[in-house]
């Protein structure tokens, strides 16, 4: 009687030890499955990212009334207060006068306009109420004004016009089913095992 206790036990021991790697795989399955990280290896292309002269300028968009600190920038999904901010790169552009245009297109119609400056910290922000324009396609203009000279470039974006690809939760979904199927399984073989030794004794 004792041996098929210890049996028993042993046989209990392994499928609990199985079943406690269960909440890892399970936990590894609630990661998200595509990372969304904003700016990319040093040679990736950015869409949020342009040269202005030799200096490279990221642009970032945040709704926070809407979205909390989420970033955009190519895409931003819904119209209302917007934070858009232009961070230089480098060093060189702090020195110069920089402009700062938001046109909604194609109508080129001026949303916003900041003149000439210079952004001595290398970051320059501003609060643009898209619900005043409406939903449709943008682009910042950002230009090195000198004198009678003029470098600019530009970075489409839309607003209020797509949504923002967002996870997929397929692979959690396939995690989730692959880990209940394999907890089934381990508990009928549990007791498929307990029965038999249960009935050996």
Request: overall charge neutral.
């Amino acid at each position: 009687m004792s041996n098929s206790i210890n049996t028993l036990k042993k046989v209990a021991y392994k499928r609990i030890r199985w079943l406690s790697l269960l909440p890892v795989v399970f936990l590894v399955g609630l990661m998200p499955t595509i990372v969304q990280a904003h700016r990319g290896a040093p040679d990736e292309a950015d869409a949020c990212v342009t040269r202005v002269g030799f200096e490279r300028v990221h642009f970032t968009a945040y709704t926070p009334t809407l979205s909390g600190d989420r970033e955009y920038c190519s895409i931003i999904p819904e119209i209302g207060p917007t934070n858009l901010v232009f961070d230089y790169e480098g060093k060189s552009l702090r020195n110069l006068s920089v402009e700062f245009e938001i046109t909604k297109e194609p109508e080129g119609q001026r949303v916003f306009y900041q003149q000439p400056k210079k952004v001595k910290n290398g970051t320059f922000d501003s609060l643009v109420d898209f619900s005043q324009y409406g939903a449709g396609n943008y682009l910042a203009h950002i230009a090195i004004v000198d004198k009678d000279k003029r470098l600019d470039t530009h970075i489409p974006f839309s607003v209020g016009l797509e949504s923002v690809p967002g996870k997929s939760y397929m692979l959690q979904i396939v995690m989730i089913g692959s880990l209940l199927l394999l907890a089934y399984i381990l508990l009928k073989l549990a007791n498929k095992d307990a029965s038999n030794h249960s009935s050996e004794a």
